[in-house]
């Protein structure tokens, strides 16, 4: 089988003839990478699109700003034939992982600029591209959204076993045992209410709050009951007790007020007053058409 033929067997190609394929892949150099080489790095904006496409690379999950995520460390090993990265060479979005050839490879290579100028010159090739591009990204929100809702099921069955658990605390005999596991309890229970699932402005939705000074700050993280914004504590209030602002959203502004519960690296955690029912309903439609972007109805 020759290259071309090998390429339509993968999802990002396989609805492209191969007679236009072929002008695709002519856009392409062979690059060789020796065993060791890092091919990409988390926090690089790619400049390269390529295939893997004779050795092996593994793939790994990185510490971000100090924090492990929950896939910190998962390591995948691909072998020819595959693409590497191509989401993040083709969104402009920092590298989310580090690819790390494990022996000797051979990648098709070609910058991003190239691959973009041959779409533009080439537009029913293109938009077959991106078609299966948006497949493939459809599938993976699919798949995300299946073990987010085993995870969601998990999490209502230990809530109600812990309330469970804090309610025979309080109907049986007191321990020195009773006060600290009722408390942890109770502690777990507060931590996973609804009023702490937050989600995160995006580019194309974004949120800022308008602080009593007239700056605006750009919001990293919402809830019901929290929010968190850029920028250090004492250029948020002059007292953590008493703090205001205005959030900014595409269709609304509305009117928020609470404490300064912490002041982290990237920001201050505020603990939100429960707004008014206008106010509130404004606030549940934004977080909903936050959380609307995960999905694909």
Known sequence: MTIVQDLRSLPLFHTIPEDRLGQLVDAFRVVKHPNGAVLFAAGEIATKFEILTKGEVVIEENVSNGTPSAAAGTRLTLRNLAPLGELGALTGLPRSTTATATSDVEVLSVGVGDLLGFFDKNPDLGLQFYRNLLGIVSDKIRRDRSRLDDMRTNLVRTQKAMKKMREQIEEAEETELSKPLYD???QLINNNRRANYRVSPTKLYPAHVRLD????????????????????????????????????????????????????????????????????????DYTTRVQLLDFVV
């Open 213 to 284: 000074d007239g700056k605006t700050v750009p919001v990293l993280e919402l809830s019901e009951g929290y929010v968190k914004v850029e920028g250090k504590a004492a250029e948020m209030t002059q007292d953590p007790q008493f703090w205001t602002g205005v959030l900014v959203v595409p269709t609304d502004e509305i009117l928020l007020s609470g404490s300064v519960l912490r002041e982290a690296d990237n920001g201050v955690v505020v603990k939100l007053d429960t707004p008014i029912d206008e106010y509130k309903t404004k606030l549940d």
């Open 184 to 186: 942890t309890l109770d």
